[in-house]
C-alpha cells in the first residue's frame, strides 16, 4: 500500500501549485480530486493532452496520480445519457493523460429514483452505462471503480453491479466513512471485495454524517480492522485519506503543518496492516 491524499485537500491552489506543496512536504502518490480535474478540463485543451501536461509538470516533482475521482456530482444513470456519458468519457480521457489507473466513480441512479423508476430499471441503465465507460478505457488499462455510497452501501451491493457488468476493468473503491454510516463492518467489506478492491478512501466520521475526518482524530471507525483486513488480503493500491474535513477554513500555513503531522499518521496505518489481520 501507498499512502495518499486526495488533492482538494489543497483546493484553494491551482494543479501546479498543489504538486509543488505536496512534494515539498513528502506527498509523492495522490488522489486528483474533482475539482483540480475540473480546473484542467476548463483550461480547454484537448483532455488527453491537458492530462498528459500535468502528468509531465507532476513527474518534474516525483509526484503521480495512480488514482483519481471522476465527475463528483455526476450522476451515471442520469436522465440526459448523451450529456452524462459524454462527459464522463471526456473524464477518461484527461485520467488517461493523467496516468491514473483507478477511477473512482458513484454507482448513480438518484434522477431516475425521483422519477419514478424501479430498481430494476436502473439497474439496466447502469450496467449499460458502466459497459460502454469500462470499454472505453480498457485498452488504457484504466480500472473503473465503484464507490460505496448510500443508495449501494455494502460491498454485495457493489458485486452484483460488478458481475452484471461482465468487466475485468470494473472494480471497488472502499469509502470507510460511507460504510461507517451504514453496517460499519469494515473487515467484512475488505475481505468480501477481495481483488476487486482497487482504490480506497480512508476517512472518519462520527457515524452519523459524512464528516471526512482523519484517522483517529474524533470518529468511530475500527482502524486496525481496516488497515488489518486490507493487509490481509494483499491490497496493493492507494491508502488514499480523502479528509476535507480537515482543511475546510484553514489557513495554508495550517494545512502544510497537518501535511507534515498526516506522514506518521499514515505511518502508523501502515504498521497496522503488515500486522495481523483484525
Given at each position: ?68 475521482h ?110 461507517n ?82 506522514q ?15
Amino acid at each position: 500500500m501507498q499512502p495518499s491524499v486526495w488533492t482538494s485537500f489543497l483546493i484553494d491552489q491551482t494543479p501546479e501549485e498543489m504538486i509543488r506543496t505536496f512534494a515539498a512536504h513528502g506527498w509523492h502518490v495522490l488522489e486528483m480530486s474533482d475539482e483540480h480535474a475540473q480546473m484542467l478540463l476548463e483550461r480547454g485543451a484537448p483532455a488527453a493532452a491537458a492530462g498528459e501536461a500535468l502528468r509531465a509538470t507532476a513527474a518534474s516533482e516525483g509526484v503521480s496520480f495512480p488514482q483519481g475521482h471522476l465527475w463528483l456530482y455526476s450522476d451515471l444513470c442520469g436522465l440526459d445519457g448523451r450529456m452524462v456519458m459524454d462527459t464522463l468519457r471526456r473524464w477518461l480521457d484527461l485520467f488517461v493523460g493523467l496516468g491514473i489507473r483507478a477511477a473512482v466513480l458513484h454507482p448513480g441512479g438518484r434522477a431516475m429514483t425521483e422519477a419514478g423508476a424501479g430498481p430494476e430499471a436502473i439497474r439496466a441503465v447502469r450496467v449499460e452505462r458502466l459497459a460502454s465507460l469500462c470499454d472505453h478505457v480498457r485498452d488504457a488499462g484504466v480500472s473503473i471503480c465503484l464507490e460505496n455510497v448510500p443508495n449501494c452501501p455494502e460491498v454485495d451491493d457493489l458485486l452484483a453491479i460488478i458481475t452484471a457488468v461482465g468487466r475485468d476493468n470494473l472494480g471497488i473503491c472502499l469509502d470507510t466513512g460511507h460504510l461507517n454510516m451504514a453496517s460499519g463492518d469494515q473487515a467484512g467489506f475488505i475481505r468480501g471485495a477481495g481483488a476487486y478492491l482497487r482504490a480506497t478512501h480512508l476517512a472518519d466520521n462520527e457515524g452519523l454524517k459524512d464528516q471526512h475526518l482523519m484517522p483517529y482524530e474524533r470518529g468511530t471507525v475500527d482502524w486496525p480492522a481496516v488497515m488489518g483486513a486490507l493487509g490481509a488480503i494483499g491490497y496493493r493500491g492507494l491508502a488514499n485519506l480523502e479528509i476535507p474535513g480537515e482543511s475546510h477554513g484553514m489557513p495554508l500555513a495550517i494545512r502544510r503543518a497537518k501535511l507534515d503531522y498526516l506522514q506518521r499518521v499514515m505511518d502508523y496505518l501502515l504498521e497496522l496492516g503488515a500486522g495481523p489481520a483484525a
